[in-house]
């Protein structure tokens, strides 16, 4: 299921947006923002996981014995 949601841009960008969708990069300006809010999901798992491998390397990790040990 799909939710609306209004956003206000730029003029500059918004026309950015379209040029994309006309040049055939995406089929709809939404297509074009769900498109950006994976890529900035994707973005943050990766920081949260770089986070993760620096607190293990500097010995910050911990040994989880279930999955209730994550709370």
């Not at 074009?32 to 986070?51: G, M, N, P, T």
Request: proline share 3%; hydrophobic share 35%.
């Amino acid at each position: 299921m799909r939710t609306t949601l209004n956003i206000s841009i730029p003029p500059g960008l918004k026309r950015e947006v379209e040029k994309e969708v006309k040049a055939g990069n995406y089929a709809s300006i939404s297509e074009f923002f769900r498109d950006a809010l994976r890529s900035w999901k994707e973005e943050q798992l990766v920081r949260e996981i770089r986070e993760s491998q620096a607190e293990i390397a500097r010995g910050e990790g911990r040994v989880l014995k279930s999955l209730a040990d994550l709370d």
